[in-house]
């Protein structure tokens, strides 16, 4: 018998119906739209490619709204993907990388950094665009914050 994890993420948002608008307006399959009563509310919905999705609703997480930092969308071509969610009306940061190091590691404050306090992020992709070198980062409309992290097969 086989026991598949799901990996599903749960984002905290303070308006379900606008954040389920700004997940499909990113090209997000929606998967489930369910209401129980007037308190409870789950909207699933996945990634294009991707095996992880992503719930969000009404009675679900007590987090704060726009508190969850440091979700990964891996992409093969971060230009192309940085320029598609920018056309579907999305703030994204510059492409950047770690000049000293091939690191990058989360959030500090809401901010991306890099591995170590000295390293020098430079607006640019990684040189010979190397695999998890390239990043960008946007928030969904709570200040849930995403990386995009590019990864060459």
Same mark, same amino acid.
């Given at each position: 018998? %086989?026991? =598949? $994890? %799901?990996?599903?993420?749960? $984002?905290?948002? /303070?308006?379900?119906?606008? !954040? =389920?608008?700004?997940?499909?307006?990113?090209?997000?399959r929606l998967d489930a739209d369910y209401t129980h009563g007037d308190d409870f509310r789950i909207v699933h919905l996945t990634p294009p490619g991707s095996d992880c999705s992503i719930t969000f609703g009404e009675g679900i997480t007590s987090d704060a709204p726009g508190s969850?930092?440091?979700?990964y969308l891996l992409v093969a071509d971060i230009e192309e993907a940085r320029a598609e969610l920018i056309d579907r009306g999305v703030e994204v940061s510059e492409v950047f990388h770690d000049a000293v190091r091939l690191l990058f590691h989360g959030h500090k404050a809401g901010e991306a950094v890099l591995h170590a306090e000295s390293g020098d992020r430079t607006a640019a992709l990684?040189? !010979?665009?190397? /695999?998890?070198? /390239?990043?960008?980062?946007?928030?969904?409309?709570?200040?849930n914050k995403w990386v995009l992290q590019e990864l060459s097969r």
């Open positions: 018998m %086989e026991f =598949k $994890l %799901e990996p599903l993420v749960v $984002l905290p948002v /303070s308006d379900v119906g606008r !954040a =389920k608008a700004f997940y499909q307006a990113l090209g997000f969850l930092k440091g979700l990684r040189t !010979a665009r190397a /695999s998890y070198g /390239s990043y960008a980062t946007f928030d969904d409309p709570d200040g």
